[in-house]
């Protein structure tokens, strides 16, 4: 079954610290995506990844930046905190192969990171 | 870019009622879309998912969605909800001129009375 791992499921920091959420996915997928979900804007994606190393930026990329290393490992960082960043961040992933030319995303559980 | 608009964002039924979730979409080229679920607590799943053929799609649990491509419509219905059913449903199109990129509605929470 798919999985995608996100390593810690609440987060509180204090406003100015660099953060790492971290994501990982056990099914070899392409495509990797950071979201960040507040209520009645839905979901907003960050950045995403198509490959290692490969990064584009989404819709709110601002204070924030990516990791890609390794292909089953997304990490999203901010470099300095701040309340506005008060939010639910949702890893996703999907397939980009031929075979798999639909597929859906699969998400993590996410991470409630709450900035004091 | 593509956008995507589910019009309720809110919406309130008693158990056994009909249920319709409006999504329209942007972008007029080949389109993938989708309807995910999120139960409280719980992660975002697949509900079901339409990318050619008949435009009536079936998906789990009773839920069904239509694609009007005239309309660049994509609406989830159930024809009779459960209290199990309490959710927030959100609307995705993967398509546009990055084709994999996942574009999100702002969803709607479902709330089914008893």
């Known amino acids: 079954d798919v999985k995608v791992t996100q390593s810690s499921r609440y987060l509180v920091k204090r406003t100015g610290e660099k953060v790492f959420l971290e994501c990982v996915q056990d099914m070899d997928h392409e495509n990797m995506f950071w979201y960040r979900q507040d209520p009645g804007l839905g979901l907003r994606l960050i950045y995403f990844?198509?490959?290692?190393?490969?990064?584009e930026k989404g819709d709110i990329p601002e204070g924030y930046s990516v990791s890609r290393e390794k292909k089953e490992r997304f990490s999203l960082i901010l470099e300095s905190a701040s309340t506005n960043q008060t939010s639910m961040y949702l890893c996703?992933?999907?397939?980009?192969?031929?075979?798999?030319?639909?597929?859906?995303?699969?998400f993590g559980n996410g991470t409630r990171l709450t900035v004091t | 870019a593509q956008s995507v608009s589910q019009h309720n964002h809110h919406v309130i039924l008693s158990e056994a009622a009909s249920l319709e979730l409006g999504c329209n979409y942007s972008?007029?080229?080949?389109?993938?879309l989708f309807w995910y679920v999120q139960y409280p607590g719980q992660h975002l799943q697949l509900l079901l998912k339409?990318?050619?053929?008949?435009?009536l799609v079936k998906g789990i649990k009773g839920f069904e969605a239509e694609f009007i491509k005239s309309k660049f419509s994509f609406n989830l219905r159930k024809p009779s909800v459960q209290w199990s059913d309490t959710a927030e449903y959100f609307c995705?199109?993967?398509?546009?001129?990055?084709?994999?990129?996942?574009?999100f509605g702002s969803g709607t929470k479902l709330n089914v009375k008893p």
């Open positions: 339409y990318f050619s053929g008949d435009p």
């Open positions: 990844s198509y490959d290692v190393k490969m990064k």
């Open positions: 996703a992933s999907s397939s980009q192969s031929r075979s798999s030319y639909n597929s859906p995303l699969h």
């Open positions: 995705a199109v993967k398509g546009g001129y990055n084709f994999n990129k996942f574009y």
């Open positions: 972008y007029g080229g080949t389109v993938n």
